[in-house]
Nanobody, 127 residues
């Protein structure tokens, strides 16, 4: 099992940047594909970005492509989401997710593919 703790959320003006971090417990972080999702109150949890076990493969939602970058540091058991060019519509709670996979290059983009979730971190972008 793995436990996930997000950090780095906060309040930023439109056009600004934030970097979210997700720290994972355990010694087998490199066996997990990782992802970021976001969820507004009363809405479904939406995919944002995903990265493969080895960090080589990444995938983004169209709404964040070119603005957000997902990366991971397996030595630090951490996955990051660098968010640039933030817009008010990016305001919501962001969640980190993990699931164990055998393929080092696969990315997971659906909530149903992940078994482990963090508690979420709030991102607020003011106009």
């Amino acid at each position: 099992q793995v436990q996930l703790v997000e950090s780095g959320g906060g309040l930023v003006q439109a056009g600004g940047s934030l970097r979210l971090s997700c720290a994972a417990s355990g010694r087998t972080f490199g066996n997990y594909a990782m992802g970021w999702f976001r969820q507004a109150p009363g809405k479904e949890r939406d995919f944002v970005a995903a990265v493969s076990r080895n960090g080589v493969s990444t995938y983004y939602a169209d709404s964040v492509k070119g603005r957000f970058t997902i990366s991971r540091d397996n030595a630090k058991n951490t996955v990051y989401l660098q968010m640039n060019g933030l817009k008010p519509e990016d305001t919501t709670v962001y969640y980190c997710a993990a699931d164990r996979v055998t393929n080092t290059m696969v990315v997971l983009t659906s909530t149903t593919q992940y078994n482990y979730w963090g508690q979420g971190t709030q991102v607020t972008v003011s106009s």
